[in-house]
């Protein structure tokens, strides 16, 4: 066998890495919207997690987590890297796990839908929002709680009950569209939150901002856009 002479191809775009729940089928299409090969390199790995979404499976998932986080690329460390679970970091909390990503894998910084919302909740001087979850209570409440504690008052919330992942990926984005309308026009807020990465929001977060009147924004929507700040880079804006 001969070798063949070749060449080496490096560039300069934003490296971001996503831990992705095992059972979450909406995320990585939407990140690949919002973040196309031409923008940055997208790197993705998954975390054992269940098909139900419980406080006993995100323990077990917090355990796994410095394993999935290591499955990421190191070849040279990662601008940001997102762990896309709002419930997970809820209830594992924000600090715990920048420190298990970032004792696992090489990266600039670390962020997740939770910080990613209360962040665009203080850009945006959001102070009362409304929240749409597809969970049971025990996973739903402690994500009010968190808003709250941060400084931002949830008046009103709605869910829809759910703790099977397969059903929650597979909500019609017309019945996510009517639970913020219901929110809206029961409450007054400055904001919608579909709080969620599983869920699909992101072809009515515009329309639905639209006829609102109100930003409605979302758990990937965020995400997103936090980091794509930490990493200097601006994500699609879905319209």
Request: glycine residues 6%; hydrophobic residues 45%; aromatic residues 4%.
């Amino acid at each position: 066998m001969t070798a063949f002479p070749y060449t080496l191809l490096d560039d300069d775009l934003p490296r971001l890495g996503l831990i992705v729940l095992q059972v979450d089928e909406t995320i990585e299409q939407e990140f690949c919207r919002l973040f196309p090969p031409h923008l940055a390199r997208l790197h993705v790995t998954r975390v054992p997690s269940g098909a139900e979404l419980t406080p006993d499976t995100v323990a077990n998932m917090e355990r796994a987590l410095p394993g999935a986080a290591r499955l990421l690329p190191a070849t040279q460390p990662l601008d940001v890297v997102g762990y896309a679970c709002t419930s997970g970091t809820t209830l594992i909390g924000a600090d715990r796990v920048r420190g298990l990503v970032t004792g696992a894998t090489q990266t600039k910084a670390v962020t997740d839908p939770l910080t990613a919302a209360l962040a665009q909740c203080a850009r945006l001087g959001l102070a009362r929002v409304g929240i749409v979850s597809p969970y049971i209570a025990s996973v739903a409440e402690p994500i009010r709680a968190a808003f709250e504690t941060a400084g931002v008052a949830v008046p009103d919330m709605l869910s829809f009950g759910e703790q099977v992942e397969a059903r929650v990926a597979r909500i019609a984005p017309r019945s996510i569209a009517d639970a913020a309308r219901a929110l809206a026009q029961r409450s007054k807020l400055h904001a919608v939150f579909l709080s969620c990465t599983n869920l699909r929001t992101l072809g009515i977060l515009a329309p639905l901002t639209r006829e609102l009147g109100l930003p409605v924004i979302s758990s990937n929507q965020c995400l997103a856009a936090h980091m794509g700040a930490l990493a200097h880079v601006a994500p699609v804006t879905a319209s």
